[in-house]
């Protein structure tokens, strides 16, 4: 199958639970904000979430991944690489990932090999009180061992886009993945993108990151924090220049205020049009895949990003990280169709 993007990125389960108070009290869960766990927390909180299984749902999460949803939903042919055990959570994450329109391209793996020394599969136990808080408890497991063997160039045929997760920059593997996909997208065509994910992942790798800026990135995407930290400046008119000036394409979202694409020697804003939030969960990864459908169906840059912008607009009017209108019929509305 000839793929239009390809993701490459964490592979993580959301298991989502409504919660009480008095349970986050007695899980010992911190109220409103994300931790990574380790292995034996991880165990503990799933088994107390067994007597919660009618209050909980299973849903693929990840940025890339929810990126991939939402460009699926649009009718592109998607693809994502990515490492998950073959256990429960692991086939879940498979099937709900190719239901959702996007080819999970390789398969689980045997949990108890000798590479992944037995690591289950990534998940983020998501609590949710009445009040609307998500306290999240992530596990990352074995998708944060992804490396260039898991990476198949023969996927990549006939100009498909490849989009990147800055995450993954935490180990060597990761970052080999990268290019060895970087390179099999170039020699087919295509253009090679990442999104920075996080400043404080920017200001661990941020070597690596001008590197992969000035070189095999044809855009990159990331938030007025993420580009100051990148060129470790408070000026982002500076640190948009100078990525400017060596990459291709280069996007700076800006909360609820205007995006600034720049490609060449062209700039354009793309409006933002304030709506109010229910869930703020996945904005990024949606402003990702309508400026990505944008790029990769020919639109003009200034509509490419309005696009972005309609997408996360939409998917911080509900709970979730993924659309649910029909995004496509957002964008005929505006005259983007």
Request: negative net charge.
């Amino acid at each position: 199958m000839a793929y239009q993007v390809i993701g490459i990125g964490n592979a993580i389960m959301d298991v989502i639970a409504s919660t009480t108070d008095a349970e986050l009290a007695e899980l010992g869960v911190q109220k409103g904000i994300m931790q990574l766990i380790d292995r034996d927390r991880a165990e503990a909180l799933m088994a107390a979430r067994e007597g919660a299984a009618a209050r909980s749902r299973l849903i693929p999460g990840g940025s890339v991944a929810n990126t991939l949803a939402g460009l699926g939903r649009m009718g592109l042919a998607t693809a994502f690489i990515g490492r998950v055990a073959d256990d429960a959570l692991g086939q879940a994450y498979a099937h709900e990932m190719a239901a959702d329109g996007t080819d999970f391209v390789n398969p689980p793996r045997n949990a108890g090999g000798a590479d992944e020394e037995g690591l289950p599969t990534s998940r983020s136990i998501i609590c949710v009180t009445p009040d609307g808080e998500r306290s999240m408890n992530t596990y990352l497991g074995i998708s944060a061992d992804l490396g260039p063997a898991d990476v198949d160039p023969t996927l990549f045929a006939g100009g498909t886009w490849l989009f990147l997760e800055g995450y993954l920059f935490d180990k060597d593997q990761g970052k080999a993945a990268f290019l060895k996909a970087a390179e099999a997208c170039h020699a087919a065509g295509g253009k090679a993108g990442i999104a920075l994910s996080d400043p404080f992942c920017v200001d661990r790798h941020r070597d690596d990151f001008r590197r992969l800026v000035a070189g095999p990135m044809d855009y990159v995407i990331g938030n007025v924090h993420e580009w100051q930290a990148l060129h470790q400046t408070d000026d982002l008119e500076r640190a948009l220049a100078e990525a400017a000036a060596v990459c291709e394409t280069v996007v700076c979202t800006r909360s609820g205020e205007d995006a600034i694409l720049i490609r060449g020697g062209e700039r354009v804003m793309a409006p933002v049009h304030r709506v109010t939030p229910v869930d703020a969960t996945g904005a990024g990864d949606q402003f990702a895949a309508g400026l990505i459908y944008g790029l990769v169906t020919g639109r003009p840059l200034a509509k490419a990003g309005r696009m972005g912008c309609i997408a996360a607009a939409e998917v911080i009017t509900h709970v979730g990280a993924r659309p649910e209108a029909d995004v496509r019929a957002l964008f005929a509305a505006e005259g983007l169709g």
